[in-house]
């Protein structure tokens, strides 16, 4: 006998990457977070948080952060919901658009969480195979019928991006909404934001986890216009971001200078990192994310992720048909690339 609706039963729960202890001795590359530390700006906001803050509910509309990020992306703050995480999002998402016979459709492989919401959801999905260049399979995902249809992009953990015009053409071949999840848009050439501005049928997702070293405050949003961010509204927690991520999340995504500096310097160590890797045989997918998708030269890709942990070197591998010969590794400070390239030539 089960407590739990089937659907539950037969969830495969997500799995995240190892965390292992603050302190602990490891090179850790396995689950994209920015290796620089936030904004000062947004840490002064943090040591500003005072008593009362914290004794009150903060407020269900995330004001501080939604008057904030629309400054700086130039939208109406009627344009943006925030969550406790972009992972929040994604949650009202499912939870208000789609359900038995509404398919939830993406291509694959992607962000799991996708499937795993939709899974909660007992809402059909249709994954859509990527090619092995990670070409947006376009024509596929239009006659899917998604009620709701994600692209990350970037795409993880490929790292690859389609670019706006072909995103554009999706959009206007779906009756559903197009969720565009862009964690990974500060390490790429373009985003989509004009697309949210242009068609009622687009949401764009950010996060602060990447871009602004911000994962462990757990702040997201979703550009869209209001009459989607009412629907998702009604499906949210009252107060699904705290006083904290609220205000702290306001300093940092101000401080538009100092995350540009960081995604610049994490592109250019992505850049001779992949160089590095190429040279030692690896197959490396091009990338427009904080991380490489990289073949080992004899696709031994479990082996490979075991034998780094046992250097102290931590990168993802996806326990996926597709992804079976491959390993997600996130671009490090130059030091710890230069940990990881080293255990890297030993193992190989
Ligand atoms: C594609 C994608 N979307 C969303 C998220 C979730 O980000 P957040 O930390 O904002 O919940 C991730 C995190 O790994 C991701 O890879």
């Known amino acids: 006998m089960s407590f739990f609706r089937p ?27 920015n290796p620089y530390p936030p904004s000062p700006r947004a840490l002064a906001a943090l040591a500003a948080v005072d008593a009362d803050e914290l004794r009150r509910y903060p407020d269900p509309s995330s004001r501080e952060f939604r008057e904030a990020a629309a400054e700086t992306l130039d939208v109406d703050p009627a344009w943006i919901l925030a969550g406790n995480g972009s992972d929040d999002v994604l949650t009202m998402l499912v939870r208000s658009i789609t359900g038995p016979g509404r398919p939830v459709v993406y291509p694959a492989p992607t962000y799991v969480l996708y499937r795993t919401l939709a899974g909660i959801q007992e809402a059909p999905v249709v994954e859509v195979p990527f090619a092995d260049d990670f ?33 554009a053409g999706l959009a206007d071949s779906l009756d559903g909404l197009l969720v565009i999840d862009e964690a990974y848009v500060a390490f790429a050439e373009a985003d989509a934001l004009d697309l949210v501005r242009q068609r009622s049928n687009v949401v764009v997702l950010r996060t602060l986890s990447k871009s602004h070293g911000l994962a462990g405050l757990r702040l997201g949003y979703a550009v869209a216009p209001p009459a989607v961010l009412e629907g998702l509204g009604k499906v949210k927690d009252s107060y699904n971001v705290g006083a904290v991520a609220d205000r702290v999340g306001a300093a940092a995504i101000r401080d538009t200078g100092y995350a540009q500096r960081v995604a610049g310097r994490i592109v250019e160590s992505r850049r001779r990192l992949a160089e590095r890797l190429q040279e030692l045989g690896c197959r490396v997918w091009p990338s427009q994310t904080n991380f490489l998708l990289v073949r080992p030269p004899a696709g031994d890709a479990a082996r490979v992720h075991r034998r780094l942990e ?38 190989l």
Request: aromatic share 6%.
């Open 135 to 167: 070409v947006l399979p376009v024509a596929a995902l239009a006659e899917a019928g998604g009620a709701l249809t994600f692209v990350a992009n970037p795409n993880s953990p490929s790292g690859t991006a389609a670019q706006t015009s072909t995103l």
């Open 7 to 33: 659907a539950v039963d037969a969830l495969r729960p997500y799995v995240p990457g190892r965390q292992p202890p603050p302190g602990a001795r490891v090179v850790k590359l396995n689950t994209n977070e």
């Open 310 to 347: 046992a250097f102290g070197v931590l990168v993802r591998y996806f326990d996926e048909p597709a992804l079976a010969e491959t390993l997600r590794v996130t671009v490090g400070t130059d030091e710890d690339n230069a940990v990881l390239l080293d255990a890297l030539q030993q193992v």
